[in-house]
Structures are given as C-alpha cells and as structure tokens.
C-alpha cells in the first residue's frame, strides 16, 4: 500500500540512525502503518525505538529524481541524475519503493521506472475485484483497495515550465543546458515586452490624433522604447519570427544569429547572451520543442501570470533547479538559496544607498534587495548596485538576471578576479552582502603580498576566508554595514594566522552579530555555515550604541528539509532571525536574551573564550521542556530498553560470530 501523504512527509524528516521513541509515533501513523515500514526497509527496530534506514533516504532520492506527472524514466538516465555508480545501491532503493507501491516498472530497453500518481492509486470503493463465488476459505483474499493520496497542490507556472523544459534536455549536461534555456526565456520575454510597448504606443498615437500613415514611423523610433527601459528587438528576431523557424533544422544557427544582433542593437547587454545553439551536440528537434514550449508563455501585464515580474521569477526558479541537478564540485556554486539571501537583506534592511556584492554570482542578492525595497514601499532608484563575478558564463547570468528585473548594476565591463582585479577599487558601500566561495586553497598572488586590504593581518595562502572578510570592511563606508557568509570553521580557526585576525577584528569592534545556520542549506555543500555582520561606527550609525558587544545567534535548529538535499528556511524562520537581530541593535528594540537561541556577549567574555565565535559557545542551553512523566515509570522505560539494547547486541555479535565462522 503507497505510504500516505502525511506519514512520508514526517519520514522524510528523519536523519539516518536518529532514533525515534516508537510509541509516538505508532500513536501518529498506526501500528499496521509502522510495522509495514519496517517490513519494507524504510525503518530498523532497536528496543522502543526506531530509526530511518539509509536506503530509505536513497529511496527518497529515487523518487524526487522520476517525473511527478507519471511519465517514465530510464533506469540508466536515473542513475545518472542521482549520481550512482553502484547499481546495488540503485536497485535496493528502487525496490524499497516498489514494495511500498509508489512506483510502477515501465518497458523499454534497458527498463524505466514512474511514480504512481493518483490514477494509479484510487480504487473506486463501491467497485471492489469480487472473489469467484465458490471460492473455499482457503482461497486467496483479493488485495484491500489502495487509499488515493490528498488532492496535490496544482503546480505554479514555473513548476510547470521546468517539468516541461527538463523533459527535453536530453543527454544534455544540467550545467551546459542551463545556458540554453535561461538565453531563451531572456529572448522570449524582451521581445514580449517589445511588443507590448509597441501596442501601448500604438493606442497612443492613434488616441492623439495621428494620422494611420505617419503611425508606423514612430512605431520605429528607438527613444520611444528605450525611454520605457524596452530593449530594442529588430523584426528579423522577434519571437513570433523565431518560433515560425523553430521546425526547421536551423534553429540553431538562426538563434546565434538572433542573439548577436539584440547584441548590437543593445551595448548594453553586448557580450553578455549566449550564443552556442547552433553547436552539433544540441538535438535540434527538442531544441525546437523547447522554443515552442516557452513560446506557450506569456511574459507581459496582460498574460494571467500576474505580473510582468513572471519571467524573473522563472529565471529564479529555474537558477535553483539547474543548481540542485549539477554535480561536482563547483555544482550550484553561482546561486544562493532564496532563503539565505532573504535572511540577510531582512537582517540588513537596505532601503537607500550603495549596494555591493564582489563575489556576486546569477544576481540573487541584489534581486532580493530591490524586492525588499518594494515590499517595504520603497523606490529601487534610490539604491544603486555594484558587483563583480569571476565566472565569466555566471557573470553573464548574473547581467541577464539584472536587466530583467529592470535593475541598473554596475558589474564591471567583463568577469575578473576580485583579489587581483578589484574593479571597484574606490567604492565604499553603505551595504555590503554576499556568499563567497569557501575556503578557496588557490586564491594567493605574490601582488597581493603589502595589499591595503589585509589592514587586520595577512591571510593565509591557503584558505581565503578572511581575505573575503578583509575586503568587504576595505570597501565599507564609514557607517556601511556588511552581511556574508563563511563556512563554520572561520568562527573558531586559528591556523595560518587567522585567530589572530579575528582577534583584531573583534577588538576594532567591527564584529556585530553571528548566526550560526542549518545544516544543508546550500545545493554545492552541505556544510554548516554562519552569517556574519561586520558594521562601522558601531557606537551609533543609525542605531543604538552597541560597541563593546556582539550578538549571538544560534538558528541550527530551524528550517524544514524540502528535499533530501536541501533544508529551507520559512519567512517565519527569517522573521524571527531579523526580528531578534533588529530587537537588539535598534533603539528601545525591546532585546532579551533567549537560552539556548540568542545572547548578547561582552568583549571581555569573548575574550576569555579566546575570540572563538561560535554561538553555542555564548547562548547556553535553552530552557528545558517540562516532563510530567513520572521518575519511577521513567527509569523502568528506560532500564526495559536498554536491556533491549544488551539483548540486541547479543544477538548481532552471535550473527557476526556465524557470518565469521563461514569464512573460515
């Protein structure tokens, strides 16, 4: 029987050999529910407790990885989405997820495998098989009907359009493929907005006065578009013209074609459009599927997408899905997950000012910027945004991201080095936000050696942590605010020097807060990570007097895992990072401590602590849960399952003892 809805999310929360009190969870799901996951691997049993199997979490995988409208995939092409070599690791998560009836075995060479959707499922209740009607008693029972899963949320447009877009990659790699599809919905959408300026303009000259035959002039003139922000899109390119190609076995070379002219036409995007579709390993029948996939899309005010933000938000979501399907090691490493850009730019607040990130990836935190700047009804003109990109194709993504949004950013005229091609070398920035790579090893050049930027020490050759941290205070205004990310072990390093920069750093009182985050958070990575915020000025820039203090968060414990690879956090989440930050730095905030989450810490504690930072270090223990359970029952739970425990550790050391016996 498929495992209900409700039962599989709360599965899916467990860790691998986190154990689990059973009763409770009998008590949520059923006994017959329980004991049929442990039957089938999802669980092992120790004593009264339970825990999550590891082919349990590989059966997770398997199941994301298959498309969710029931369609088929091959067992070779799964395997390859998963990253498996092993076949054995394979096939035990896919028969997990067979003996729970969740997926069906497909044909075709070499197999394939679907999920079961609820057609699969539903059983009409008033139709049961009957059995034959002279059927003994020892005649088998027919099988109960399957209980069809909770109607699933209809999918949001971007949903839909990856599902569709993803179906028709192909052989094609997730990190060449992303180039493909996101040049074409940036097509797409400045030639939806073309159009859609040319029949406003249209309707206005015609509401004037003009005559019909002097009307098509000034649909021609450029200023009327440029004036709007429009992109300048000639005939020959337009969307409706490439998509009546889309058949043909050009496409290819037609798109590169189509791309270099927006190009000229547009100096303002030059160099920045892809331009590879006319390659020889690009299936140019699934490329033509896909132009008349997004072609399927609007992108204007008009379309019931509701805005014509649309298009930035598929260009997001899609960033994130091209980020979760890359392997390796660099995988997803040009975009920051939604909820960890959000919880700094809450945590900032960058309403007004000079905007900076120098390891800026596809754009995601100035996106998220100018979105806070109008939740909060705010002008984006009043913010204005420099970045830089070492990356060449993800500085690209990064300008294309930008102009969709309709955000003017300085991101220099190519890619560069930020340490060693510092392309805003005089910018100090009111607000600084960023995710750089961690713990780079190659970053050092011999030029880098008397750096006006290593004010707090030299960083070590080998690690660039505090070489990032360096340059985001070099390039702060004199009451700027900077928000990043670092990996954990910058809290508490001591090697090649940097203890003694953090030290400096703290005892200049630059050091505001630090968030120690989940773990999971990050496509690339999954380990834990901070935020850190560095501020000028602390004795007041704004807000109240705090130097002398650091705040400390401890947020590991929130956040919900989405996937099997990825933890979230949720706007309540964010909100009550920011809410806590906001409480102690600003003016009759109304800050108290909270055990076990957050604490303000003075310089003289920090350095009795060594100028370690780590927030568990700081917060303590939150308060403890009142257990009304009383002693006496406790200690005989507790002395029934471990004698659970000595009787199952006899039992595996007889079991290993016979397994040991054979090899001899």
């Known amino acids: 029987m498929p495992i209900p809805d409700d039962v599989w999310n709360e599965l899916i929360e467990m860790q691998p050999g986190e154990l689990k009190n059973r009763a409770p969870l009998a008590s949520r799901w059923g006994e017959e529910q329980l004991d049929e996951l442990v039957e089938a691997g999802h669980l092992d049993v120790e004593g009264g407790r339970v825990s999550r199997t590891k082919v349990s979490v590989d059966a997770e995988a398997l199941w994301e990885a298959l498309p969710d409208d029931g369609s088929t995939m091959g067992n070779q092409r799964a395997r390859t989405e998963l990253g498996w070599k092993s076949e054995k690791r394979y096939d035990a998560a896919k028969a997990l997820l067979l003996a729970t009836d969740e997926i069906a075995v497909g044909r075709g060479r070499g197999g394939s495998l679907r999920r079961k959707i609820d057609a699969d499922e539903a059983v009409a209740p008033s139709q049961p098989k009957a059995a034959p009607a002279e059927a003994g008693p020892s005649a088998a029972k027919p099988k109960p009907a399957a209980k069809a899963k909770p109607a699933k949320p209809t999918k949001s447009l971007e949903q839909r359009l990856w599902d569709a877009a993803d179906a028709l990659r192909g052989n094609q790699e997730p990190s060449e493929y992303k180039h493909v599809v996101l040049g074409l919905v940036f097509l797409k959408y400045i030639s939806d907005r073309f159009e859609a300026r040319r029949r406003e303009l249209e309707a206005e000259l015609v509401a004037d006065g003009m005559p019909e035959n002097r009307i098509s002039d000034f649909l021609e003139v450029r200023d009327e578009y440029k004036s709007k922000n429009v992109f300048w899109v000639p005939e020959e390119v337009r969307w409706k013209a490439i998509q009546d190609r889309a058949k043909l076995p050009t496409i290819g070379t037609d798109i590169d074609a189509a791309m270099d002219l ?32 997004i072609g399927s899309i609007g992108f204007t005010e008009t379309d019931d997408h509701g805005s014509d933000d649309v298009l930035g938000r598929v260009y997001e979501y899609f960033l994130g899905q091209f980020a979760g399907k890359e392997t390796g090691k660099d995988a997803g490493a040009f975009y920051t997950p939604r909820s960890v850009v959000k919880t700094l730019v809450e945590m900032l607040e960058p309403f007004e000012g000079r905007v900076y990130d120098p390891a800026c990836g596809s754009g995601g935190m100035f996106v998220q910027s100018a979105e806070f700047v109008k939740a909060h009804g705010g002008s984006t003109d009043k913010i204005s945004v420099y970045g830089q990109e070492y990356t060449d194709a993800t500085w690209r993504l990064a300008k294309m991201n930008l102009a969709l949004r309709g955000i003017e950013a300085d991101l220099g005229e190519r890619s560069a080095d930020t340490f060693t091609a510092d392309l805003h070398p005089d910018l100090r920035a009111d607000f600084i936000l960023a995710n750089p790579p961690f713990n780079v090893s190659n970053w050092w050049d011999a030029k880098l050696a008397d750096d006006p930027r290593w004010k707090y020490g030299t960083p070590p050759a080998g690690n660039a942590n505090f070489a990032w941290v360096q340059h985001f205070v ?50 690339n990575t999954g380990i834990p990570v901070s935020l850190w915020f560095v501020s000028k000025e602390r004795h007041g820039n704004g807000h109240r007097d705090r130097h002398g203090e650091v705040l400390f968060i401890d947020a590991r414990k929130l956040g919900r895992m989405e996937t099997r690879r990825l933890r979230v956090l949720d706007d309540g989440d964010v909100a009550r990072i920011a809410d806590t930050y906001h409480a102690w730095r600003n003016h009759d905030g109304g800050y108290t401590d909270v055990p076990g989450f957050a604490r303000a810490a003075s310089l003289d504690e920090i350095r009795a602590h060594d100028f370690v930072l780590t927030p568990g270090r700081y917060v303590g223990a939150e308060d403890a849960v009142a257990d009304d359970e009383p002693i006496a029952d406790k200690i005989e739970r507790l002395t029934k399952e471990l004698y659970a425990e000595f009787d199952r550790g006899r039992g595996l050391e007889a079991e290993i003892r016979s397994r040991l016996a054979v090899l001899e």
């Open 474 to 523: 070099h390039h702060l205004s004199p009451k700027g605010t900077a928000g990043f990310v670092l990996a954990n072990g910058s809290l508490s390093s001591k090697s090649g020097g940097e203890g003694e920069i953090r030290r400096r750093l703290v005892e200049a009182d630059l050091v505001d807060c630090i968030v120690a985050m989940p773990e999971r958070l990050f496509f």
């Open 262 to 293: 927006i190009e000229k036409e547009n100096p303002v995007i030059r160099g920045v459009l892809p331009r590879n579709y006319g390659r020889e390993g690009l299936d140019k029948g699934r490329l033509g599927q896909l132009v008349d996939l």
